[in-house]
């Protein structure tokens, strides 16, 4: 059974940063893309970033690009957000997703397979 577990997720004032990790178990890891998505209290879940099978392709939400970036480890089966000069808006749960059906990578929900547990983020300000 495919699980996602992801760590990290904290308490920082605004400037500071945070690395998120999504450990996977249950899947061929190298086979799926790996995605963050995050949701803020009362709003939509938000792409966040992606990162192609063998990490050669990466996509940002435009307005995380600079700030933010998606990397994995295959031979450990993580997946990893570093976020760096955070800001309160940047306050949400944030998800780490796989998507096994190849292809190009989504920057929307619905085609990840599998979703994590999410992982608290607050930035004071």
């Known amino acids: 059974q495919a699980q996602l577990v992801e760590s990290g997720g904290g308490l920082v004032q605004a400037g500071g940063s945070l690395r998120l990790s999504c450990a996977a178990s249950?899947?061929?890891?190298?086979?799926?893309?790996m995605g963050w998505f995050r949701q803020a209290p009362g709003k939509e879940r938000e792409f966040v970033a992606a990162?192609?099978?063998?990490?050669?392709?990466?996509y940002y939400a435009d307005s995380l690009k600079g700030r933010f970036t998606i990397s994995r480890d295959n031979a450990k089966t993580t997946v990893y957000l570093q976020m760096n000069s955070l800001k309160p808006e940047d306050t949400a749960v944030y998800y780490c997703a796989a998507d096994g059906h190849g292809g190009l990578v989504q920057v929307v929900p619905d085609p990840y397979d599998y979703w994590g547990q999410g992982t608290q983020v607050t930035v004071s300000s």
């Open positions: 249950g899947l061929s890891f190298s086979r799926y893309t």
């Open positions: 990162i192609s099978r063998i990490g050669a392709t990466r």
